[in-house]
């Protein structure tokens, strides 16, 4: 059973750090490429942060850039997603997502080119 499940969410006052963790289980997340994505109450998913199955760095929403780093574990099967400077607008619940297929160029921000999700964690930012 492919599975994956986030960890790591909570409280945290703004310009505070969370780091957030992916397990996966039943399949190698080194040959998936990787979404991270959050929804914010009333809004979209949005893409955050993602990679193809070869990548060795990742990309970042503009909203993220320079506060934000995706980082892979093969030995854990595990991703992570350290988020520092957090600030209120992050405040979201916080997905992670594999794709059998890397996807188009362009494309890999969107959530429908993902086939497996987890189940989400809530990250809210505030004093």
């Known amino acids: 059973q492919l599975q994956l499940v986030e960890s790591g969410g909570g409280l945290v006052q703004p310009g505070g750090s969370l780091r957030l963790s992916c397990a996966a289980s039943?399949?190698?997340?080194?040959?998936?490429?990787i979404g991270w994505f959050r929804q914010a109450p009333g809004k979209e998913r949005e893409g955050v942060s993602w990679?193809?199955?070869?990548?060795?760095?990742?990309n970042y929403a503009d909203s993220v850039k320079g506060r934000f780093t995706v980082s892979r574990d093969s030995a854990k099967n595990t991703v992570y997603l350290q988020m520092n400077s957090l600030e209120p607008e992050d405040t979201a619940v916080y997905y992670c997502?594999?794709?059998?297929?890397?996807?188009?160029?362009?494309?890999?921000?969107?959530?429908?080119?993902?086939?497996?999700w987890g189940q989400g964690t809530q990250v809210t930012v505030s004093s």
């Open positions: 990679f193809s199955s070869t990548g060795v760095s990742g």
């Open positions: 997502a594999a794709a059998r297929r890397d996807p188009p160029r362009g494309l890999a921000h969107l959530p429908h080119e993902y086939d497996y």
């Open positions: 039943g399949f190698t997340l080194d040959y998936y490429a």
